[in-house]
């Protein structure tokens, strides 16, 4: 069965710091993996996805993430943090094959930029 | 602009209360979903629905139903609202695809508190 899990319910950088959120999953079948972020008081928006191309992905807003097969990783990243990247951050992985059209979402990782 | 409409921000309700929430999206979107979201939990899926007429249980189904009478509208129906309903839902829809299905856009999200 699918899984996911975020390391950290809450991360705290200062601003202009490196901004690191660790997801981890497991999937029996090969996976699509996608990072939301959401907003105070909105729904989710997505920030990137991962769908068997390129293992480094980029998304808006300067993130990017690496897919590690071999870590089972997915960890979203950004060089230097911005007061606007305040959000919850959720990662997601396919639920079954990528036919389903369902997804498991993680825990969230609120992260908090102190200026 | 793809757009998914909730037809609540917040909402209040007495236990025992029949609720409905309504979700609405202007893309031609096919599949559409209903998840709820607590601190810690992240989204869980309890209902979606893949075209009119048709609905499938998602992970937490118990106590709720749903409805699509129309491409565009997938509503979400508390039976019998108790107190363990309070919650953030969450509407989201994708159209086909191999990818393309796995991209949820979401509404801002329902507050509902049943009292």
């Known amino acids: 069965a699918q899984s996911v899990t975020q390391l950290g319910s809450h991360v705290s950088v200062s601003e202009g710091a490196l901004v690191l959120l660790r997801c981890n999953y497991s999937s029996s079948v090969p996976p699509y993996l996608f990072w939301y972020v959401q907003y105070p008081n909105q729904g989710l928006q997505l920030l990137l996805k991962?769908?068997?191309?390129?293992?480094l992905v980029k998304g808006i807003t300067g993130f990017e993430a690496e897919f590690k097969k071999s870590e089972t990783s997915f960890h979203l990243t950004k060089p230097s943090a911005h007061m606007s990247d305040a959000a919850e951050y959720f990662c997601?992985?396919?639920?079954?094959?990528?036919?389903?059209?369902?997804?498991?979402f993680g825990q969230g990782t609120t992260l908090q930029v102190k200026p | 602009d793809v757009k998914v409409t909730q037809s609540s921000r917040y909402l209040v309700k007495r236990t025992g209360e029949k609720v409905f929430l309504e979700c609405v999206q202007d893309m031609d979107h096919e599949n559409m979903f209903w998840y709820r979201q607590d601190p810690g939990l992240g989204l869980r899926l309890i209902y979606f629905s893949y075209d009119v007429k048709m609905k499938e249980k998602g992970d937490i189904p118990e106590g709720y139903s749903v409805s699509r009478e129309k491409k565009e509208r997938f509503s979400l129906i508390l039976e019998s609202a108790s107190t363990n309903q309070t919650s953030m839902y969450l509407c989201a829809s994708t159209r086909s695809g191999s990818v393309a299905k796995n991209i949820q856009y979401f509404g801002a999200g329902t507050r509902l508190s049943v009292l």
């Open positions: 991962y769908t068997s191309a390129a293992t």
């Open positions: 997601a992985v396919t639920k079954g094959s990528s036919n389903t059209g369902k997804l498991i």
